[in-house]
Each structure stands twice: as structure tokens, then as C-alpha cells.
T-cell receptor, first 116, second 115 residues
Framework: AQTVTQSQPEMSVQEAETVTLSCTYD???????LFWYKQPPSRQMILVIR??????QNATENRFSVNFQKAAKSFSLKISDSQLGDTAMYFC?????????????FGQGTTLQVKP | EAGVAQSPRYKIIEKRQSVAFWCNPI?????LYWYQQILGQGPKLLIQ????????DSQLPKDRFSAERLKGVDSTLKIQPAKLEDSAVYLC?????????????FGPGTRLTVL
């Protein structure tokens, strides 16, 4: 069974600094997709960034980038120039590529607090 | 473009009562998902629809949970009877297609408290 592990329950960072959130996953598949979702307090979950496993190049979206290490089954999220609005719970998620369901498997989440 | 809509936003019930949640996905999205998010955990898929057919309901507690998506648009998730452990946020999500890594868009969720 595929699993996703986020080993940092809580993290904090000063505004304008850089922070990295960790995620590891377990799968026997070669084709899959990885996601980072952000869930602000009392607000809905939104997609931050997405990575296809067959692509070697790490995905980037403005201040957000990932470090995808396929052999190590690691998928960390780097937030540069942290802003107060980045305060949220961040979930790493895995989607099998072979499956036809599009099912997302989530980690336990990391609560990030950006301090002024 | 309107996002995924859910109602109610909050619900408090006594154990053994029944409750229903409603979801309206993004227009044109064929795939609809219901997730259960217990406090402090990541969401867990309960059921997935492709149009009005069920694709995956392997983690749905079928003795008490039921869901339908009549006409392939809106969906309703029901719990009857509710247990204390059903206290959670119920998230609805939709995507254009169900595979290929397509982005799932989430609604605001319904927070259920069972007393």
C-alpha cells in the first residue's frame, strides 16, 4: 500500500526567510504524481505545486519549489521569501499513475507558522 | 469560475442521529470526491464518482455512510446513524478527469460534530 509521511508536525519561520517542509512516500510504482496542498486556517485547501514522477526537472511556482528525489522517494517543499499569508497547514499527497481512480493519498500534514 | 460549493458549513448532531451533506462541483468536472478529514490528520478518500457512477468506495463505511450523485452533477453524502468517531471535516473535491494527475479542487468543507 502506498503511504505518505510528513515527519514535521509543526514548523515556524520568520517573515522573508526560507523554509523547507519534508515529505517521504512509499510506492512500488514507477509512474505517479506528487502534490503539495495548502490549507489555511478555516479556509479551503488549495494546490500549491504539482510534480510528475517521470519528469526529472523540479517543479517551481513563484516562491514555491520542490526537491524531488525519486530514488530516495523524497518530495520536499521549499518556500522562499516567506509571507504571513503562507501560514497554513501543508499536506503532501501522492496519486498513483497506474490507477484509474485519481485517488489522492495524503500525509499527516505540517503546520507552518510565519512570524512577523 | 465558481469553485466547489458545500453546505452546510457546520453541523452539530447527537450520536445515532442522521445527517446529510451537499456538494456542487465545478461546472464541467466529471469526477467528484468525498474525503473525511479527522482533526490533525490528512484527508482520507471515502468515495469517488465518475459522472453518476461510483469508481471507488472501498473506504466508505457502508453500514452507515451512503452517497449519491444523481444526474452526474450535485452529490449528497449521508451518515445514518452517526457515531462519535464520525466527528470530522467532510471535504468535497472535483476534477476535470479522474486520472493523469489532474488537479483536484476542494470545497470549504462541512465540519461535523457528533455529541
Amino acid at each position: 500500500a502506498q503511504t505518505v509521511t510528513q515527519s514535521q508536525p509543526e514548523m515556524s519561520v520568520q517573515e522573508a526567510e526560507t523554509v523547507t517542509l519534508s515529505c517521504t512516500y512509499d510506492t512500488s510504482e514507477n509512474n505517479y504524481y506528487l502534490f503539495w496542498y495548502k490549507q489555511p486556517p478555516s479556509r479551503q485547501m488549495i494546490l500549491v505545486i504539482r510534480q510528475e514522477a517521470y519528469k526529472q526537472q523540479n517543479a517551481t511556482e513563484n516562491r514555491f519549489s520542490v526537491n524531488f528525489q525519486k530514488a530516495a522517494k523524497s518530495f520536499s517543499l521549499k518556500i522562499s521569501d516567506s509571507q504571513l499569508g503562507d501560514t497554513a497547514m501543508y499536506f503532501c499527497a501522492f496519486m498513483p499513475g497506474s490507477s484509474n481512480t485519481g485517488k489522492l493519498i495524503f500525509g499527516q500534514g505540517t503546520t507552518l507558522q510565519v512570524k512577523p | 469560475e465558481a469553485g466547489v460549493a458545500q453546505s452546510p458549513r457546520y453541523k452539530i448532531i447527537e450520536k445515532r442521529q442522521s445527517v446529510a451533506f451537499w456538494c456542487n462541483p465545478i461546472s464541467g468536472h466529471a469526477t467528484l470526491y468525498w474525503y473525511q478529514q479527522i482533526l490533525g490528520q490528512g484527508p482520507k478518500l471515502l468515495i469517488q464518482f465518475q459522472n453518476n457512477g461510483v469508481v471507488d468506495d472501498s473506504q466508505l463505511p457502508k453500514d452507515r455512510f451512503s452517497a449519491e450523485r444523481l444526474k452526474g452533477v450535485d452529490s449528497t453524502l449521508k451518515i445514518q446513524p452517526a457515531k462519535l468517531e464520525d466527528s470530522a471535516v467532510y471535504l468535497c473535491a472535483s476534477s476535470l478527469v479522474r486520472a493523469g494527475g489532474h488537479t483536484q479542487y476542494f470545497g470549504p468543507g462541512t465540519r461535523l460534530t457528533v455529541l
